[in-house]
């Protein structure tokens, strides 16, 4: 009798350990989809800028799981990549200006905010599929 009992918790635990790695590659791609709709959104408005258009093609994201074994937090890094030659290095003064001007790009907080409702929405649908 031990044995089956045995059997059965494995069952359960395999059980759970599939829909824990489903769950994850689903929320993943949820944070890939917010993470891709802000960065598009971030290179319209700068595109839309005139002094600081050539910033767009510079805008990227990357998605990571951080946390043991690869499990726990999936995050996402969105913005102006900057380094020697890129466009990207004007970012600062496109969004948020010097003394002398600039700061003609809208906040690029704008652009999560408008992403937040419909990356909660599909959260949601994630959570009430039960996974």
């Given amino acids: 009798m031990t044995s089956l ?3 059965g918790f494995s069952e359960v635990i395999q059980a ?3 829909a824990e790695r489903a769950s994850a590659s689903q929320a993943r791609a949820v944070v890939e989809r917010g993470a891709m709709n802000i960065k598009r959104q ?4 700068l595109s839309d800028s005139k002094h600081f258009k050539g910033v767009a093609r510079d805008v990227s994201y990357d998605v990571r799981t951080a946390g043991a074994f690869g499990g726990g937090i999936i995050e996402a890094e969105i913005g102006p990549e900057s380094g020697p030659g890129s466009a990207g290095n004007l970012a600062n003064v496109a969004y948020f200006g010097t003394s002398r ?3 003609t790009v809208p906040d690029p907080s704008l652009a999560l905010a408008a992403e937040v409702p419909r990356f909660e929405r599909e959260l949601g649908r994630l959570v009430g599929e039960g996974l």
């Avoid at 971030?42 to 408005?45: C, G, N, P, S």
Wanted: charged share 25%; no cysteine; hydrophobic share 30%.
């Fill in 5 to 7: 009992e045995a059997s």
């Fill in 42 to 45: 971030l290179q319209r408005e």
């Fill in 101 to 103: 001007g600039g700061g």
């Fill in 16 to 18: 759970f350990a599939t």
